[in-house]
């Protein structure tokens, strides 16, 4: 199929990318939403058509023992992805040959509680991290660990109980030797720096909550399932977390607040996706189709009456998180099942598309200059970022559902569905 290259402002946003680049080997898809978290990839000659039922295209495909929501990562010649069994008593993390899909080695931790869970979704919903020598995993109330690529167990860190009626699925991130995590959601949320070498906290700081960690005390849910992000900005690196009612930045090194801005949402303080950034523009989506908020980066302390942007108190159900290139947001909808573009400065809808045909759970990850979204009945929708129209480039079906996010790695394309861990490309 024809394909054309990024206008010059998306390929140097995807160049850019790379400035912060966590310290994994080149091509390698180290955590949720690639090697930085945000979305953005310079892989290049990416699979674009597949097709389960026909084997078009497919290397691969693995069997998984659950369905499960946490996406893959690729490490090398490793696939990792996590999966519980026996109603979250069970909680694995599984390495696949990036070959030939066979099982390496599986790590499974027993937890003695049934905890409660929202029905579509699993414990285990959390996506592993590596810097390329080793993996984490966060099995949310079973705790933190740490393993080499051959499986061997190097730590694990208890970091308490975490209970919520719908379940977990915030991922690690990793960089500059730490682990920075948002651990929620439950009664006790917080945000958490580790020691990547022994999993030592260095340090946590509490997020104040209007109620139980489930619900406010109005009733209304409240919880965060977001996944940090490292930015920079002034000169200043930035831990980045949508927390249930406002985004808010830490310093990496202390976890002080160096700013934060409230967010707005009628139908509860839920923060499904990340915020989303771009140049001076942070946008967070809340969950249970409540209020979207965008801001201006920038200032210490309080910056919401300063630099908030603009304000939607409804908006399709955001779970997934999506990406924004050159001031035009590209968001994937869990219900109705639509792509959109904004306008990131002034929220002004520029187009709707239904072409994808259901829900979005998982996320918007560029790859190639093509923006890539797997839907809830596991087709994987490709389609160029243009701000005019939804520019489909192909609808690939594997016939199996899924709410995961696609991983890109050296020319193939990782995908996860509710039976099957799919390899898909040539090399």
Request: aromatic share 10%.
């Amino acid at each position: 199929m024809h394909r054309t290259l990024p206008p010059p402002s998306i390929a140097f946003a995807l160049v850019a990318a790379l400035t912060f680049a966590q310290a994994a080997r080149a091509g390698d898809w180290p955590a949720f939403r690639g090697p930085q978290s945000n979305g953005l990839s310079t892989e290049t000659g990416v699979p674009t058509e597949w097709d389960g039922a026909s084997g078009k295209n497919i290397a691969w495909k693995a069997a998984l023992p659950a369905p499960g929501n946490g996406s893959p990562i690729v490490v090398g010649d490793n696939v990792l992805v996590t999966c519980s069994q026996d109603e979250g008593m069970k909680r694995g993390l599984y390495c696949f040959n990036r070959a030939d899909g066979k099982l390496k080695w599986e790590r499974i931790v027993d937890f003695d509680k049934k905890l409660p869970r929202h029905g579509t979704n699993p414990h285990c919903a959390s996506t592993p991290a590596s810097d390329g020598k080793r993996v984490v995993v966060w099995h949310m109330s079973a705790g933190l660990f740490c393993y080499d690529l051959a499986g061997k167990e190097l730590w694990r860190t208890q970091l308490g109980e975490f209970v919520h009626m719908w379940g977990d699925g915030s991922s690690p991130i990793i960089h500059n030797g730490r682990i920075y995590l948002n651990c929620a959601p439950g009664a006790k949320a917080f945000m958490a720096c580790l020691n990547l070498a022994d999993g030592k906290v260095v340090w946590q700081v509490d997020e104040p909550a209007d109620g139980d960690g489930q619900k406010r005390t109005d009733g209304a849910p409240m919880g965060t399932w977001s996944t940090p992000q490292i930015i920079k900005r002034d000169g200043q690196e930035q831990v980045v977390v949508f927390q249930p009612n406002r985004v808010i930045a830490y310093h990496p090194a202390d976890g002080r607040t160096l700013w934060f801005c409230r967010t707005k949402n009628e139908k509860g303080d839920l923060a499904y996706s990340s915020a989303v950034i771009e140049g001076d523009i942070c946008i967070a989506a809340g969950g249970y189709s409540g209020g979207a908020t965008a801001f201006k980066l920038g200032g210490t302390g309080d910056i919401t009456e300063t630099n908030t942007l603009w304000y939607k108190p409804r908006n399709p159900q955001s779970i997934g998180t999506g990406v924004t290139l050159s001031g035009y947001l590209y968001i994937p909808d869990a219900g109705p099942g639509t792509i959109r573009c904004l306008e990131a400065a002034t929220g002004k809808e520029l187009w709707t598309s239904r072409e994808s045909g259901a829900n979005h759970w998982g996320s918007i990850v560029m790859a190639d200059g093509l923006a890539f979204v797997t839907n809830q009945k596991g087709a994987t929708i490709a389609f160029r970022p243009n701000p005019e129209k939804f520019d489909l480039v192909a609808k690939n079906e594997l016939g199996e559902d899924s709410n995961s996010t696609p991983a890109f790695s050296n020319g193939q394309a990782f995908v996860r569905t509710f039976e099957h861990l799919w390899c898909i490309g040539g090399k």
